[in-house]
């Protein structure tokens, strides 16, 4: 059976997107057939003390309050202070930390890379939770050590029943309307503003694979701010053609009609958006960019490390993605734009549609030099990288 539709319960991608996708769940069991967790609690607890890394600690009980949140990075003796029960450590982005994950993300291909939040981690011992809650993303759940009971209420989440002055949107009364329980392997995809409630019964890790989706407001907001910052400040309102009017409080139409031509012509701009949004989705997510190598490559240098090595990697702090144009294509990686012409636009979904370049996907197109020069400025840039050198 082929990997996704084994992955997704036996539906193909076309029917999981049209009947499941921001519609409604699907529990799948044995999703990942005899799964084992690639990274331990004790690992896990190892990365949340790492500086870099973004963790949160959610003390049901034992913390300075009901449902209090602790922010990483934590010091080791921060564990062994820990109640037996009734607490969570989540640990964000961990597809850049550990290889495996960024693997799993491949397995959700059928999904537009420009989607994909990230892979969080979660441990918690016997009746450790987050509380019941809503989330505004796409998540499959995987369950990756022990078993966890889930709950879901398809009810709408009136905003008066979320628990007031809290780091988290804990409901204070959930009502469910169906429950599972997994085990390691099965997978539980939720859509958006589905209220869930998740509790461990024994020592129980979960895999999280996130899928954002940015809000209107931050749309607009974000295009409007950069289309504003490009206007001339001497640009202003213009009434050449005034006459008298009846009643000078009036706005009259003419004036709003000025008016209404100024904004529209602002957001009129179609290449202009869609370069914009090419930036926007593949920012940094916590600003944490793609570093380069502390010794720069050049081409032919490249080429034979490529075939001594067998495969590049892309970064998984660097985010990928294109819009194909004609004549061309436009690569956007971390937030920058890079126009390709017609003889290499090849060279976009080449590189935006995996993560792992093998040499033989590769050699066919080192000869080209456009593509070659290409390939070293993102290797010099941190965008790609051979193995084991993040």
Known sequence: MNRIVRLLGGLTPQDFLAQYWQKRPLLVRGAYPGFISPISPDELAGLACEPEVESRL?????????????HGPFDEDRFGDLPETHWTLL???????????????????????????????????????????????????????GTRRWQISTEPVAAD?????????????????????????????????IAHYGVALDDCMTISVGFRAPSQADLITGFLDEAAGKLDANMRYGDPDLIPQKHPGEISEAARKR?????????????????????????????????APDVAIKAEALRKR???EGCLLRS??????????????????????HELAADLAFAAPLLCDRRRYEESLLAPHLGQKNFITLLVFFYNSGYVHFPHEQ
Request: glycine residues 8%; hydrophobic residues 45%.
């Open 316 to 337: 998984e702090y660097a985010r990928f993605s294109y819009i194909d144009r004609e004549g061309g294509a436009t690569l956007f990686v971390d937030g920058a734009t």
């Open 161 to 193: 029943n979320l628990i007031p002055g809290l780091d988290l949107r804990i409901m204070r009364e959930f009502s469910a309307t169906e429950e599972w329980v997994l085990e390691p392997g099965d997978m539980l995809y939720l859509p958006p503003g």
């Open 91 to 145: 640990v964000q982005e961990c597809n850049k930390y550990v290889p495996e994950f960024a693997d799993i993300l491949e397995d959700f291909d059928f999904i537009p890379n420009w989607r994909i939040d990230d892979i969080m981690v979660s441990y918690a011992p016997p009746h450790g939770t987050v509380g019941p809650h809503t989330d505004q993303y796409d998540v499959f759940l995987i369950q990756g050590l």
């Open 259 to 291: 008016v209404r031509e100024i904004i529209r012509a602002a957001v009129a701009d179609d290449t202009a958006i869609d370069s914009w949004l090419g930036r926007f989705v593949t920012e940094a997510k916590s600003g944490l960019m793609a570093e």
């Open 306 to 308: 490529l075939a001594k």
């Open 58 to 70: 959610v003390m049901e009980r034992g913390g300075a309050t009901h449902w209090a949140v602790e």
